[in-house]
């Protein structure tokens, strides 16, 4: 039997090693571990990817959106459209700036919020949406900033799982008011800790991220806004730096690696799993290569008992969460938003994942319909 992991960062780290201590040797012997050279370099470098005149590294995405809400204007009294079908920091994110999530449904082909069914959640309180590039795809960016510029409302991007993805040739962070990255270490670009940055093409709300990060202190010792201490550190900053140019020649190979997946489901299942779906003009990033399956969680246990391992990206849609009880919403609210926490299950999926191990899942997945 053989095992494959969902993601394996050692081949990476190997690769790096000698850059890495370099680096780690290079800051420690600087003294210089808050704000200074190597976090300013990415988020140079970072704004620029993103064709955004901003970066603003911070301690970690989930504080990336709450510090873009904030600094947006969002709080007490305001409503948050966002998907339900994310990870928990989503809401977290825009609960903690006292604003309340509205949760709108998903479109299941992509599993990104569904722009068509927006404008009927927006109400006299709405101020801001949070579309989610979920696993590695943009969400439908033209159609949101329609409704958004035409209800005047902020549209901060959750791009925690889609640095470099683009939607017609337009960069994540580029329409949006801002985008929120993190460097997780399961993410695309991923820090050996936490991580995270805002970019934005918006000069007074990138300001107010900056000063919002350090405890809303400017200058110095001054404070006018209520900020907090959320700082990316120089160490994650510097080995983030040694990734960052093999950034793209990754998303390549996510890319292939889904194509490869797809074509071999398609040859061996005929239809019994459904494949990911990559909208026309999109550039698809593959964070995680997520398949539809009716018998999910038995098609999981099946994988496991036989050596693959996979994840559930999301069992409980953010709606039904118990610490969200009091928006009020039930079962059956949000329904493709719940169908899709049954139905999904992403498959192993990192850059130096091996064409073999590819065909073991695809092999097993096959066994498992037999
Ligand atoms: C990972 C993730 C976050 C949170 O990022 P952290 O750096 O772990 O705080 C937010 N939203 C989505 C969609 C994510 O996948």
């Known amino acids: 039997m053989q095992k494959i992991p969902m993601l394996d960062l050692s081949e990476q780290y190997n690769n790096l090693r000698e850059d890495m201590l370099r680096v780690v040797d290079e800051v420690m012997g600087s003294s210089k571990f808050i704000l200074s050279d190597n976090v300013k370099k990415l988020e140079e470098d970072i704004a620029k990817y993103s064709n955004t005149n901003h970066g603003i590294g911070v301690a970690n995405g989930s504080d990336a959106i709450h510090i873009a809400l904030q600094a947006s204007g969002v709080g007490p009294g305001d409503e948050v459209i966002t998907t339900p079908f994310t990870f928990f920091a989503t809401g977290g994110a825009i609960v903690r700036t006292g604003a309340k999530p509205v949760y709108v449904d998903i479109d299941p082909a992509t599993f990104n919020i ?12 709405t101020k801001a949406i949070i579309p989610v590039h979920l696993y590695g795809q943009m969400a439908d960016m033209e159609a949101i900033m329609k409704i958004a510029n035409k209800h005047n409302l902020v549209v901060i991007e959750d791009a925690a799982q889609a640095i470099g993805a683009r939607i017609n040739g ?32 918006n000069d007074e709300v990138a300001e107010l991220c900056k000063v919002i990060r350090v405890h809303g202190s400017k200058p110095k010792y001054f404070h006018h806004v209520l900020g907090y201490n959320s700082r990316l550190d120089e160490l994650q900053a510097a080995i983030l730096n040694v990734k960052f140019p093999y950034l793209d020649s990754w998303s390549e190979k996510r890319r292939e690696h889904a194509a490869v997946y797809t074509k071999l489901l398609n040859q061996k299942l005929e239809g019994s799993v459904k494949t990911p779906v990559e909208i026309d003009g999109r550039y698809h990033v593959f964070h995680q290569y997520t398949i539809r399956v009716e018998k999910r969680d038995e098609l999981q246990k099946f994988l496991a008992e036989n050596g693959v391992s996979t994840m559930v990206y999301y069992p409980l849609p953010l709606h039904m969460q118990p610490v969200f009880k009091e928006l009020g919403y039930q079962e059956g609210d949000i329904p493709e938003a719940e169908k899709a926490a049954r139905e999904a299950l992403s498959l192993p999926m990192f850059p130096e994942l091996k064409v073999e191990q590819q065909e073991y899942v695809v092999e097993m997945i096959a066994k498992f319909f037999k």
Do not use: W
């Open 114 to 125: 569904d722009p068509a069914k927006i404008e009927e959640a927006i109400t006299e309180n």
């Open 170 to 201: 337009k960069a994540v962070g580029e329409l949006g008011t801002a985008a929120t990255y993190s460097f997780f270490p399961t993410k695309n670009l991923g820090a050996y800790g936490d991580g995270g940055m805002i970019v934005s093409n």
